[in-house]
Nanobody, 115 residues
Framework: VQLVESGGGLVQPGGSLRLSCAAS????????MRWFRQAPGKERELVAH????????NYADSVKGRFIISRDNAKNTVYLQMNSLKPEDTAVYFC?????????WGQGTQVTVSP
């Protein structure tokens, strides 16, 4: 089982980034997919969630209206489009796959929002 995040980096406030998470080793289409983030000294928090069929999404209040989660089950990939980025969005972003008691994590990708 692998979840490999990519797309992180350094961006100025107001900018955009698109994170990707490529999955392998399990039946991707069955899994709920989630993006979490963890800033230094803070607990990991749920940022966005998308149902297995892709029809239902949910967002943390702090990112609602700025971030969009999507998935391509044909490519076994989940995305997080991040717009209007703020310094407080700086964190390591983790991809997570959840199905019943099965719960997988990626290694994370750093996002830094700074002038």
């Amino acid at each position: 089982v692998q979840l490999v995040e990519s797309g992180g980096g350094l961006v100025q406030p107001g900018g955009s980034l698109r994170l990707s998470c490529a999955a392998s080793g399990f039946t991707f289409s069955r899994y709920f997919m989630r993006w979490f983030r963890q800033a230094p000294g803070k607990e990991r928090e749920l940022v966005a969630h998308i149902a297995n069929a892709g029809g239902s999404t949910n967002y943390a209040d702090s990112v609602k209206g700025r971030f969009i989660i999507s998935r391509d089950n044909a490519k076994n990939t989940v995305y997080l489009q991040m717009n209007s980025l703020k310094p407080e969005d700086t964190a390591v972003y983790f991809c997570n796959a959840l199905f019943g008691t099965w719960n997988y994590w990626g290694q994370g990708t750093q996002v830094t929002v700074s002038p």
